[in-house]
């Protein structure tokens, strides 16, 4: 795995959001929007990005983001860059989880690396906020 983050995005939460109790678990869908500044990428996460968590009855936690960041790539070109990230975590929310994402890109540069190749995820909350972070693992 590379050791330098390929993304970082600094993550807002909306300060609402739906959560649901049922007999098989509880749903929480969360929206959020927030920022991204690194050489592959600069610009934003769209607002209406939103994570889905469900707990399953054993307690298990299961993330699935869905979210597209607007901006421009490394040559300064605009593009879009869609991610489906998803993860599992124990049922108390921990300052880490980790992650596999999916990415789309309308970016000429940038869809050869990220159309191609396998990456892990990392969500870490820190003093100024929650960071999502996207490493390459290695290449298909």
């Known amino acids: 795995m590379n050791k330098e983050a390929?993304?970082?995005i600094h993550v807002d939460i909306a300060e609402r959001g739906l959560k649901m109790q049922t007999e098989l678990g509880e749903v929480s869908m969360i929206?959020?929007?927030g920022t991204v500044d690194c050489k592959l990428f600069k610009g934003i996460v769209e607002p209406w990005g939103v994570d889905t968590q469900r707990v399953d009855p054993t307690g298990m936690r299961h993330l699935s983001a869905r979210y597209v960041l607007s901006g421009k790539d490394e040559a300064g070109?605009?593009?879009h860059i869609y991610i489906e990230n998803n993860g599992i975590m124990a049922d108390e929310p921990s300052l880490q989880f980790k992650t596999v994402p999916t990415f789309l890109t309308d970016s000429k540069l940038l869809a050869p690396l990220l159309h191609s190749n396998r990456f892990i995820g990392t969500g870490t909350v820190e003093k100024?906020?929650?960071w999502i972070r996207f490493y390459q693992i290695d290449q298909y």
Do not use: M, N, R
Request: aromatic share 8%.
């Open 77 to 79: 070109q605009d593009c």
């Open 128 to 130: 100024d906020g929650l």
């Open 6 to 8: 390929l993304l970082e």
């Open 31 to 33: 929206p959020f929007s």
